[in-house]
């Protein structure tokens, strides 16, 4: 029997969310039911409830979730009913060209549940990158489920669901972020503090947080800044360069979403450099570059989806790494919330007064 549940959903472009009945549909093959524990509040989140993903209004947001498996659908082999699980929007196909040249981080065709979540009239949920999580429940395909140690807590454990692994990956898979390494990270909101994280983690000697708020900035030394820059002051290219022998960064991550901000991530990279962009452009943004420096400065120009991650093999890993107290999950926890303050929450992100809100259900 479907379920009815709450759920926050984004009825038009750019209006307040609203707390509505949500029908989940008992889990058909392949599809589980998810009983949400915690939801951070992502910056996508609110570009979904800008319009600046697409169209298909209604959404039903949130997406970066830990929870308990309720129940699942004929053929479901991965988990089972009692499982606890980080969600993930990279449910690998298998048989994409990606998968099949051996590079499932990449797959370009992932699973989602086949069913769709309804508002009580039958009105079909776009459910935010397949997953749908600020609701008591939601429906998901199974590969969207990875089992990690039920001793994280899920407030901690869901960050790795969107933000914080695309943080980390940033650094990590996509930059290629190595021992001794200069990093520079241009926007210190979740995602930028994760992959200072990651820098760390990986060895950088010099990571400069790049933002225009120096509360940020402040935070940001928490997870691994060696040095702060607000660019609103000071020119964050001549800055990065005072910090390494004139030379400029091995790797810059943009982790804000604007083009004027990519700019300054390209100028201020060594020769040979790498550039990530991980900030979600929208999509009436462009950009210009000289054309002989992008020859002529060499390196690499990429850019981070999910932090080129592979759920199976890099949740279980971080969750390893916070549980042995090297990687700082509850740092970026600025508050626990209901579902009822999702709104309030989005302007709080927009003042720059958190680094992430938890619905906790
Ligand atoms: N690529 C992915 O897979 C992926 C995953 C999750 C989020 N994202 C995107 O990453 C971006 C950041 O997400 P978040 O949740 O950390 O958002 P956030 O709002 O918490 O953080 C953004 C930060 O950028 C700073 N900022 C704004 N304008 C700036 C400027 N001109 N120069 C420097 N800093 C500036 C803000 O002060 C803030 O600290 C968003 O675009 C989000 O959609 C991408
Ligand atoms: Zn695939
Ligand atoms: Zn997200």
Redesign the pocket.
């Known amino acids: 029997m479907s379920q009815e549940v709450r759920g926050v959903i984004a009825r038009s472009k750019g209006e307040p969310v609203s707390i509505e009945t949500i029908v989940v549909p008992d889990p058909g093959p392949g599809e589980v039911v998810v009983a949400i524990q915690a939801c951070g ?4 989140d ?2 979904y409830r800008e319009g ?1 993903i697409n169209d298909e209004f209604p959404f039903l947001l949130g997406h ?1 979730a830990a929870g308990i498996v309720e129940s699942v659908g004929e053929g479901v082999t991965e988990v089972e009913s009692g499982d606890y699980v980080i969600l993930n929007w990279r449910a690998v196909c298998g048989s994409c060209r990606a998968c099949l040249k051996g590079t499932p981080e990449y797959c370009f065709s992932t699973f989602n549940a086949t069913q769709k979540m309804t508002l009580t009239d039958g009105t079909e949920l776009s459910a935010a990158l397949g997953i749908g999580a600020f609701c008591d429940k939601t429906l998901v395909h199974a590969g969207q489920c990875t089992k990690v140690d039920p001793s994280a807590p899920p407030t901690a454990a869901g960050l790795l669901g ?2 914080v ?3 980390i ?2 650094a990590i898979n996509t930059g290629g972020v190595g021992r001794g390494d200069s990093v520079a990270v ?9 992959a200072i994280a990651g820098a760390s983690l990986a060895g950088a000697t010099t990571i400069v947080a ?4 120096d509360r ?1 900035l402040e935070w940001a030394k928490g997870f691994g800044a060696t040095h702060t820059c607000n ?2 002051t000071t020119d ?1 290219v001549e800055f990065i360069r005072s910090v390494t022998d004139g030379n400029g960064a091995d790797v810059c991550i943009e ?4 083009p ?2 990519y700019i ?1 991530a390209f100028e201020a990279r060594d020769l040979a450099g790498t550039v990530v ?5 929208r999509p009436d943004m462009t950009l210009e570059l000289p054309y002989l420096d992008v020859f002529g400065r060499g390196g690499a120009l990429k ?5 080129d991650c592979l759920p199976s093999r890099d949740f279980p890993m971080l969750i390893d790494l916070y549980q042995q107290g090297r990687l700082d999950l509850d740092g970026f926890v600025s508050e626990t919330i209901t579902l009822d303050d999702v709104e309030a929450a989005f302007h709080k ?2 003042r ?1 007064e ?3 809100s938890v619905v906790v259900l």
């Open positions: 509040v992502c910056h996508t609110l570009h600046g970066e969107c933000g692994m695309a943080g990956g940033a241009f926007g210190c909101g979740g995602v930028g503090d994760a790049v933002d225009v708020d940020k660019s609103s964050p982790a804000v979403g604007n004027a901000v300054q962009l991980v900030g979600v452009p850019s981070s989806w999910y932090g992100m927009e720059g958190v680094l992430r």
